[in-house]
């Protein structure tokens, strides 16, 4: 099998949440007749349960035929083919498997580089329910008191039972200065409606300080194409200062590139597992870290602590694990969000995308945390007053170091 850091140009790489196995493309055909399209049939697979490399045929042209002949209303045979298209990749029961148009794989390309207008939240699943992962710092949903693992029962007064991820972004992402309600619940704080603002909102992916007692910290919000960059200067410039202690934040981030990921664990970890990856129950990548890491963590003057919750999740995980598993790191704060798979992103000829699993990744020590999350070794529950004390727990274990 190719070798997944070797993609096609117009292929991601992806481990996010917002988003198991390799699905066969399929081939719509059409045909003009007397200004209506026929649709032929779609061959995919074969079986009640199908497998890859099989072959079957489902006919869904009685179906067309019935609507073009009763349907009282205009049809529109595009809309009809992306309807096909995203119902046959919806029926793989996977929310992290999605068909784009070419529009809303515009959309996605740019929230994957912190670019976008909407409420600044992070969704995913929990099970079969539609909740926020996490609210990103400074934007609307944050200020209207969103929080991890909040259910989103409604959008705009339409149910999200059995809605994909990305179906939902796209719902509540608009124009800045319009207003999307939400109805969200939570145990312990009951049902309730909010109304909120979309913003233009624009993610810096890490951001730096100098703490006290000369104590590093920095802030990945989103793994996107100039994350490594970014984080590799932050930590080069640490060094330069003569700090060997640093807090890395990953709470509330909701992932992105998995190279991203791996390239910095590379910062700390020097030629070790970040994570393997398997499809159908065999191995088909050991991603290891690469280069000279800036404070590597095989010498005992340089100290690593990582911040987690609820809000973090698949490539943030990634990356959390191999430093625990890997460099012996300390993870603070509260369990993550458990998202263990990742995704290919393939454009297509009609110049839609399909967004699909094509394996899970498991840590250095062979642990799946699908559906489980990661435990943190010290559990810190964040508390409601102004003072993060999750951090302040890092900076102890760092200063007692």
Same mark, same amino acid.
């Given at each position: 099998m190719q070798k997944r850091d070797r993609l096609k140009p117009k292929q991601l790489r992806l481990g996010a949440a917002f988003l198991a196995v390799s699905l066969l493309f399929f081939a719509l055909g059409y045909q003009s007749n007397g200004g209506s399209k026929s649709f032929s049939w779609l061959r995919f697979g074969n079986?009640?349960?199908?497998?890859?490399?099989?072959d079957v045929s489902v006919n869904v042209e009685d179906i067309y035929d019935t609507l073009r002949e009763k349907f009282d209303g205009d049809l529109r045979p595009d809309e009809i083919e992306n309807g096909i298209r995203k119902?046959?990749?919806?029926?793989?029961?996977? &929310?992290? $498997?999605?068909?784009? $148009?070419?529009d809303e794989y515009a959309d996605f390309q740019k929230s994957l580089n912190?670019?976008?207008?909407? *409420?600044?939240?992070?969704?995913?699943?929990?099970?079969?329910?539609?909740?926020?992962?996490?609210?990103?710092?400074?934007?609307?949903?944050?200020k209207a008191g969103l929080s991890s693992g909040e259910a989103i029962l409604e959008i705009n007064g339409e149910?999200?039972?059995?809605?994909?991820?990305?179906?939902?972004?796209?719902? *509540?992402?608009?124009e800045a200065g319009t207003k999307v309600k939400l109805?969200?619940? =939570?145990?312990?704080?009951?049902?309730?409606?909010?109304?909120?603002?979309?913003?233009?909102?624009?993610?810096?992916?890490?951001?730096?300080?100098?703490?006290?007692?000369n104590i590093g910290y920095i802030k990945i919000s989103q793994f996107s194409t100039d994350t490594y960059s970014l984080a590799s200067k932050a930590v080069s410039d640490f060094k330069v200062k003569g700090i060997t202690r640093v807090i890395l934040d990953l709470r509330n981030n909701g992932g992105g590139y998995v190279d991203s990921a791996v390239n910095v664990a590379g910062l700390w970890l020097d030629s070790k597992t970040v994570l393997s990856e398997r499809a159908r129950g065999k191995e088909i990548e050991n991603r290891r870290t690469t280069g000279s890491p800036t404070l590597n963590l095989s010498d005992e003057s340089n100290k690593l602590v990582v911040l987690v919750n609820s809000g973090s999740a698949s490539?943030?995980?990634?990356?959390?694990?191999?430093?625990?598993? #890997?460099?012996?790191?300390?993870?603070?704060?509260?369990?993550?969000?458990? =998202?263990?798979?990742?995704?290919?992103?393939?454009?297509?000829?009609?110049?839609?995308?399909?967004?699909?699993?094509i394996a899970h990744w498991f840590t250095p020590k062979g642990?799946?945390?699908?559906? #489980?999350?990661?435990? &943190?070794?010290?559990?810190?529950?964040?508390?409601?007053?102004?003072?993060?004390?999750?951090?302040q727990k890092a900076l102890e274990v760092l200063k007692s170091s």
């Open positions: 079986g009640s349960t199908v497998k890859a490399g099989a119902g046959l990749v919806s029926a793989t029961g996977d &929310p992290y $498997t999605t068909y784009f $148009t070419k912190g670019e976008f207008s909407g *409420i600044g939240a992070q969704l995913g699943l929990d099970g079969d329910q539609l909740v926020v992962i996490a609210p990103l710092d400074g934007f609307p949903a944050q149910s999200t039972e059995g809605m994909s991820v990305d179906t939902a972004v796209g719902k *509540i992402r608009g109805k969200l619940a =939570k145990i312990g704080q009951g049902i309730r409606e909010i109304d909120i603002t979309r913003e233009n909102v624009k993610v810096d992916s890490v951001k730096s300080e100098v703490l006290e007692g490539a943030s995980e990634i990356l959390a694990a191999a430093l625990q598993e #890997e460099g012996g790191v300390k993870l603070v704060g509260e369990q993550t969000f458990g =998202k263990g798979s990742v995704q290919d992103v393939t454009q297509l000829k009609n110049g839609g995308s399909l967004k699909v699993t642990k799946s945390i699908d559906k #489980e999350g990661i435990k &943190p070794d010290i559990d810190v529950k964040l508390n409601s007053n102004d003072v993060d004390n999750q951090k």
